[in-house]
């Protein structure tokens, strides 16, 4: 090889070298630079895309160009997890990224996403006093007088319960007290139509505190006041009274022991659905017509109701548990990102959500539209199972919690969820797990 | 340039072989180069990550609670003042015990029959390979199917067969038998890969070491006691450190099983629950630091004590 030869296979080398090097920065760069956040563009509504991130499955591909076509905004939808659309959200708010322009304000996180301005605050793009009077559970997207999210649907906890199972059993009139309500379920179970008739899911996970929450309500119970101070640890309180009635039902058999590892949604789709059980005390708006009514996922079609929750002394209080939608702050175009919201919280875009213009309109599994004049529309097309009960029920929905979730709310549902799983489980009393949450809820309350 | 010859037959420069001057060789920067990307990657991805991780375990880090603030060892107070997180310990320690044991032993077995060639071997070792490539959840909802006291498989043959008359409940329950269950599950996915580390280290043991053993009356099970098992160290020790490493962060089969309940929650869905549910990211910082510590002990341990160079 002469010298000539050696230097340019040397240059060769050392080139090779650099444009891997070279390469493998811009990779980073790349990397880096893909987490903007919002720039200048900001303000524009017009011929940009934004990313649109839910739990949820995406409007029909038509609607989008519908939407595309009036307000020229291309829609990027991802439909995440739940469980990691929270991580996201939090991920990418403390590293102050860009996530989404459009993302999932669970009604449990607003106490926390409101304390920490993670979301601009909904009321500088959208009117939202003119929402609240056909809105019921915008209430609990508010925080601090701001409004975080915008509810897009209406999941709130209802009583189902089985018609035919009740019929089967001698019972033609269905019961409005939890004590009717409860000696109806033994019936059922004493003439063998159901071995274990009552439903609720006793899984660690946040079903189980939500079926909490409802179950208070109905014996008359708030779960925490104003100052986050536990209102459920005196055992005449709705919160004890509550978990003592679900335990001991467990315990009587009225809910199979099983249950114990049941979520919400297993027990929603496999236990009532499947005719195993007779009623599910706290169940999801929507599930009669988007599961119980659907014969591909039910052997009990024409058979469910929507009963008016039993509480004490008549019908309870039904608590709100709504699906929202908010704007990161971390957005790239905000205005575009309000002007979507609008447009997929409107009354007539609920109602095609819902099945109320036809199949080909429909977002798959989405539960009840929030604004009850969609609701309304919909039980007057007939369009909607049991819209007769949902809608009287809608309008007199409450917040679990009035004054709005704690900003600590994850870090208390935990407490919640896990120490009446173990109540349930046999690890430890009632008595002991009341005591354990109302000492969880003192201690993030007082700031500890 | 005129080269002369040496005694020994070797060519040497001209000048009779005198010992030259060393020069010293440029070094050469392609490897560096070449190696670079991988090196930047991993500086960036973990080792930065990683410092700062350290770094920021000894801060309050709360976005619920700012200012970022020195606390020195208050994360690593408050998390062993926590009895989820304490539970969460003892449980996680009974994942790595029982997997690692597990896991090692049945990659063992399953290496030593798929050693030697037969009809199907390739066909069983692609069935084999399929509980690793599935995702942790999805393994999770296939389980529950089995373990689930209202509908479960294992109730549906343990009543057919008169071994129970009424469906049990298996988890949540008792701790022991639900860590156990669980960790089950997690066998059935780790163990695939075990078994190919540990296939791997047997394909490298000679046919002729095999055959003398037994011209020198080895039976069968005396070679696997004695050639097989230490031969196959190597391959063991990356085997189980990969399982200590997998039980240790242990999240998707307790998490779908037995949701956050204490008789089975592992460290890792604490990390989880620390950091992203209660955005107290100095606490989950101080968490995942001790994990990174007790893997890298533990796995030190293993390796003391399994591993032996094996030359053939």
Redesign the interface.
């Known amino acids: 090889m002469n010298s000539m030869t050696r230097r340019t296979s040397r240059r060769l080398r050392i080139a090779a070298g650099l444009t891997t090097l070279v390469a493998t920065g811009a990779a980073l760069t790349g990397c880096a630079s893909s987490g903007s956040g919002s720039g200048g563009d900001a303000d524009k509504t017009s011929g940009v895309t934004i990313s649109v991130v839910l739990a949820y499955d995406p409007p029909p591909k038509a609607t989008l160009e519908e939407f595309k076509k009036e307000t020229g905004i291309t829609v990027k939808w991802s439909n995440v997890d739940w469980d990691s659309l929270q991580t996201k959200i939090a991920a990418a708010a403390t590293a102050k990224t860009y996530f989404a322009d459009a993302t999932d304000v669970d009604w449990s996180r607003v106490g926390q996403l409101g304390k920490l301005g993670w979301f601009h605050p909904m009321d500088d793009y959208v009117d939202v006093a003119s929402m609240k009077s056909d809105m019921p559970q915008l209430a609990s997207f508010q925080d601090g007088g701001k409004t975080v999210g915008i509810p897009f649907d209406a999941s709130f906890m209802v009583t189902t319960a089985n018609q035919k199972m009740f019929q089967d059993a001698g019972i033609s009139t269905m019961p409005t007290t939890i004590d009717d309500y409860t000696a109806d379920l033994k019936q059922i179970q004493n003439k063998g139509v159901s071995e274990h008739p009552l439903n609720i899911p006793f899984a660690a996970a946040e079903g189980l505190s939500t079926a909490w929450y409802q179950t208070t309500a109905a014996f008359g119970g708030t779960i925490l006041d104003s100052k986050g101070k536990p209102q459920f640890t005196s055992k005449d309180s709705g919160g004890y009274r509550a978990a003592s009635w679900m335990v001991q039902s467990l315990k009587d058999g009225l809910i199979a022991p099983a249950n114990i590892n049941v979520s919400d949604s297993q027990g929603a789709q496999t236990l009532m659905a499947k005719g195993v059980v007779a009623s599910t005390y706290s169940d999801y708006s929507g599930d009669v017509g988007a599961l119980y009514n659907v014969a591909s996922s039910s052997t009990v079609t024409g058979q469910t109701v929507y009963i008016p929750t039993p509480g004490v002394d008549g019908p309870g209080p039904n608590l709100t548990n709504a699906d929202g939608i908010g704007i990161p702050m971390t957005a790239k175009y905000p205005k575009a990102a309000a002007k979507f919201i609008q447009w997929f919280t409107s009354r007539q875009k609920q109602i095609d959500f819902a099945g109320g213009s036809g199949k080909d309109k429909v977002i798959l599994g989405y539960a009840l539209p929030s604004r009850v004049s969609a609701v309304d529309a919909l039980n007057e097309k007939g369009t909607l199972d049991g819209g007769e009960v949902l809608a009287s029920l809608l309008k007199k929905s409450k917040p679990v919690f009035p004054d709005g979730a704690p900003s600590w709310y994850p870090e208390f549902s935990r407490a919640v969820y896990t120490n009446l799983h173990a109540a349930a489980a046999g690890t430890m009393t009632v008595d002991q797990a009341i005591k354990k949450i109302g000492d969880t809820a003192n201690q993030l309350a007082s700031g500890s | 340039m005129t080269l002369g010859l040496r005694a020994d037959g070797r060519l040497v420069p001209p000048g009779g072989g005198r010992p030259a001057v060393r020069r010293r060789r440029a070094a050469?920067?392609?490897p560096?180069?070449?190696v670079?990307?991988l090196a930047?990657?991993i500086i960036?991805l973990a080792l930065i990550p990683a410092v700062f991780t350290i770094g920021a375990a000894f801060f309050r880090v709360d976005?619920?609670?700012p200012p970022t603030r020195f606390i020195g060892l208050g994360n690593f107070v408050r998390l062993f003042q926590d009895d989820?997180i304490t539970s969460s310990i003892g449980n996680t320690a009974l994942y790595v015990l029982i997997g690692v044991v597990l896991s090692t032993v049945l990659g063992i077995l399953f290496a030593v029959i798929l050693q030697k060639p037969f009809l199907g071997r390739s066909a069983l070792i692609a069935v084999l390979i399929l509980p690793w490539a599935l995702p942790g959840v999805v393994e999770g909802i296939i389980w529950?199917n089995i373990?689930?006291?209202?509908?479960g498989l294992l109730n549906s043959v343990l009543t057919t067969l008169h071994v129970i008359d009424h469906?049990q409940?298996f988890?949540?329950?008792n701790q022991l038998l639900t860590v156990f269950l669980t960790e089950v599950v997690q066998v059935w996915q780790i163990t695939p890969l075990s078994t190919l580390l540990i296939l791997a280290g047997l394909q490298n043991i000679p046919a002729e070491i095999y055959e003398s053993a037994s011209i020198d009356g080895a039976s069968p099970w005396g070679a696997f006691w004695r050639l097989t098992l230490p031969l196959a160290r190597p391959g063991i020790t990356v085997a189980m450190v990969q399982a200590v490493i997998a039980t240790l962060n242990v999240f998707d089969q307790p998490f779908v099983?037995?949701?956050?309940?204490?008789?089975g929650s592992s460290v890792t869905m604490q990390t989880?629950?620390v950091t992203?549910?209660?955005?107290d990211?100095g606490e989950g910082y101080a968490l995942s630091l001790l994990i990174t510590i007790a893997t890298l002990v533990i796995s030190f341990i293993v390796l003391k004590l399994v591993y032996r160079p094996v030359e053939f």
């Open positions: 050469d920067p392609l560096y180069l070449l670079s990307p930047i990657f960036g976005e619920l609670d989820a529950v373990w689930d006291g209202n509908t469906y409940v988890l949540g329950q099983l037995n949701g956050a309940a204490a008789t989880y629950f992203f549910q209660n955005l990211f």
